[in-house]
């Protein structure tokens, strides 16, 4: 099974800036994973539920790249090859972009957005937008 790993959260004052990682581990070739990508889930909600995951970005294996709603013209998506990462960066934060960040990766051919489709999920990397 591989674990994912993410990093780069914290607190960030509003209209600030944030590049999240995630790594997996063992090594995963991380153009050869069908979709990745990144959800978050809000203050107040069950930590444990994917159901409950907000979807900000995923990436295909061919680059189609989907945002959702929240995160169109703010957040971006990309991945490094050379060291099997997938970034995310986001610009203007705003406070109700305060969430756990979760990198996850989807093995299944078809792409589906829906979070309970995703097979491997991160523990999560706290992002606060405060002032």
């Known amino acids: 099974q591989v674990q994912l790993v993410e990093s780069g959260g914290g607190v960030v004052q509003p209209g600030g800036s944030l590049r999240l990682s995630c790594s997996a581990s063992p090594s995963e070739d991380i153009y050869s994973i069908n979709t990745v990508g990144w959800y978050r889930q809000a203050p107040g909600n069950q930590r444990d539920l994917v159901s409950q995951r907000e979807l900000v970005a995923t990436i295909t294996w061919n680059n189609r790249i989907t945002y959702g709603d929240s995160a169109k013209g703010r957040f971006t998506i990309s991945r490094d090859g050379s060291h099997n990462m997938l970034y995310r960066r986001v610009f203007r934060l705003e406070p109700g972009d305060t969430a756990a960040y979760y990198c996850?990766?989807?093995?299944?051919?078809?792409?589906?957005?829906?979070?309970?489709?995703?097979?491997?999920w991160g523990q999560g990397t706290q992002v606060t937008v405060s002032a």
């Open positions: 996850a990766f989807r093995y299944g051919l078809e792409y589906v957005s829906d979070p309970g489709e995703f097979d491997d």
